[in-house]
């Protein structure tokens, strides 16, 4: 019972050259005698790994370290698979995917599905519907929100806009938009709100969560859970500020493609030509808030399940809204608002 790594196995000697010229005269090392059956040569390479890729800011860490980080979980999730420990060798993969670099990347999803398809072997649970959200009042809604704050004009809503004129009226012009009724035929919008079929298809899966209030408090950190416990803690309702967590810009559909099958990108992220930046998800409980802050990008938001309060202000009053002066808050502004 092994796990077939064929881009490892093609690649791993030109990467072992890159990361000897790199520094990784102990890594190379302990890698080789994985490669060669050694478990705790293969922890050790991980560990190597890891660290490198916590020596300095992220963007300055060469990208051979994220490669030599996704050789190393490959090891480790081989041996952990052949021993029949199929949820370790799930989160090494997963640990791989989400931290590691590009090159081993068809590797690391040809592994997850053999390991994902013996962990629902040997599961062996029905699929039982778990409807978790259920639609809510908006009077009630309107009570926890600031004065007003729905009753602005401002941004229209528009049913099935067609791309040219959300180009021409939109893109353009710079103006928002809430566009109804273009996401009824995405699987997702029936799936998502089955709180089992999540946990059948991403419950055994690692992922980066925030837990706290949100990125501007003390009390905020990061944490890396499996899905069904971050799925658990939104069940709880334990969303006191202190224990709130926070599935946020993350790049879930590359990791978990079961996901990616679930959803249809708009033709809306193609107006006015260039390549798309990235696919993100956001998942929280209620009273989940992200700090007023600006992309650098356009963003189209696409609602699956719940409902979401999105306060909006106009590019002129930048200044005004007292952007932090640290380089990497820059981004995000220091007025606290009610929420």
Same mark, same amino acid.
């Given at each position: 019972?092994?796990?077939?790594?064929?881009?490892?196995?093609?690649? &791993?000697?030109?990467?072992?050259?890159?990361?000897?010229?790199?520094?990784?005269?102990?890594?190379?090392?302990?890698?080789?005698?994985?490669?060669?059956?050694?478990?705790?040569?293969?922890?050790?390479?991980?560990?190597?790994?890891?660290?490198?890729?916590?020596?300095?800011?992220?963007?300055?860490?060469?990208?051979?370290?994220?490669?030599?980080?996704?050789?190393?979980?490959?090891?480790?999730?081989?041996?952990?698979?052949?021993?029949?420990?199929?949820?370790?060798?799930?989160?090494?993969?997963?640990?791989?995917?989400?931290?590691?670099?590009?090159?081993?990347?068809?590797?690391?999803?040809?592994?997850?599905?053999?390991?994902?398809?013996?962990?629902?072997?040997?599961?062996?649970?029905?699929?039982?519907?778990?409807?978790?959200?259920?639609?809510?009042?908006?009077?009630?809604?309107?009570?926890?929100?600031?004065?007003?704050?729905?009753?602005?004009?401002? *941004?229209?809503?528009?049913?099935?806009?067609?791309?040219?004129?959300?180009?021409?009226?939109?893109?353009?012009?710079?103006?928002? *938009?809430?566009?109804?009724?273009?996401?009824?035929?995405?699987?997702?919008?029936?799936?998502?709100?089955?709180?089992?079929?999540?946990?059948?298809?991403?419950?055994?899966?690692?992922?980066?969560?925030?837990?706290?209030?949100?990125?501007?408090?003390?009390?905020?950190?990061?944490?890396?859970?499996?899905?069904?416990?971050?799925?658990?803690?939104?069940?709880?309702?334990?969303?006191?500020?202190?224990?709130?967590?926070?599935?946020?810009?993350?790049?879930?559909?590359?990791?978990?493609?079961?996901?990616?099958?679930?959803?249809?990108?708009?033709?809306?992220?193609?107006?006015? !030509?260039?390549?798309?930046?990235?696919?993100?998800?956001?998942?929280?409980?209620?009273?989940? *808030?992200?700090?007023?802050?600006?992309?650098?990008?356009?963003? &189209?938001?696409?609602?699956?399940? !719940?409902?979401?309060?999105?306060?909006?202000?106009?590019?002129?009053?930048?200044?005004?809204?007292?952007?932090?002066?640290?380089?990497?808050?820059?981004?995000?502004?220091? *007025?606290?608002?009610?929420?």
């Amino acid at each position: 019972m092994s796990l077939e790594t064929p881009a490892l196995d093609s690649n &791993i000697s030109s990467l072992l050259q890159q990361i000897t010229e790199e520094g990784g005269y102990a890594f190379t090392s302990m890698a080789t005698r994985a490669a060669a059956g050694d478990n705790r040569a293969a922890e050790a390479s991980r560990e190597l790994a890891w660290e490198q890729l916590h020596s300095g800011p992220w963007h300055s860490v060469a990208s051979i370290w994220r490669d030599a980080y996704s050789m190393a979980c490959l090891h480790v999730a081989k041996f952990h698979y052949a021993s029949g420990d199929f949820k370790l060798a799930l989160k090494a993969l997963d640990m791989g995917l989400i931290m590691g670099g590009f090159t081993l990347r068809d590797d690391l999803n040809l592994c997850i599905g053999k390991v994902t398809a013996a962990l629902r072997a040997s599961d062996g649970e029905g699929h039982k519907v778990n409807e978790w959200y259920k639609d809510f009042s908006l009077a009630e809604a309107s009570r926890s929100l600031p004065a007003k704050s729905l009753s602005s004009k401002t *941004v229209g809503k528009k049913c099935r806009l067609s791309l040219e004129g959300f180009l021409l009226e939109h893109f353009v012009a710079g103006s928002p *938009v809430i566009i109804s009724d273009s996401m009824n035929h995405w699987p997702a919008k029936d799936r998502w709100n089955d709180i089992s079929y999540l946990k059948k298809v991403a419950g055994f899966r690692t992922i980066p969560v925030e837990v706290g209030k949100h990125y501007l408090s003390p009390d905020w950190k990061q944490e890396l859970i499996p899905f069904s416990e971050f799925l658990d803690r939104i069940q709880s309702g334990d969303c006191s500020s202190a224990n709130t967590t926070y599935l946020a810009q993350h790049q879930l559909f590359d990791q978990i493609q079961e996901l990616k099958k679930d959803i249809v990108i708009p033709d809306y992220c193609f107006a006015g !030509g260039g390549e798309m930046r990235s696919i993100n998800a956001w998942f929280g409980p209620p009273g989940t *808030v992200t700090p007023l802050h600006h992309d650098p990008h356009h963003n &189209i938001l696409a609602q699956v399940v !719940g409902k979401k309060y999105i306060r909006l202000y106009p590019a002129s009053l930048s200044e005004e809204l007292y952007p932090h002066s640290e380089s990497m808050l820059c981004n995000s502004s220091q *007025v606290v608002l009610p929420s």
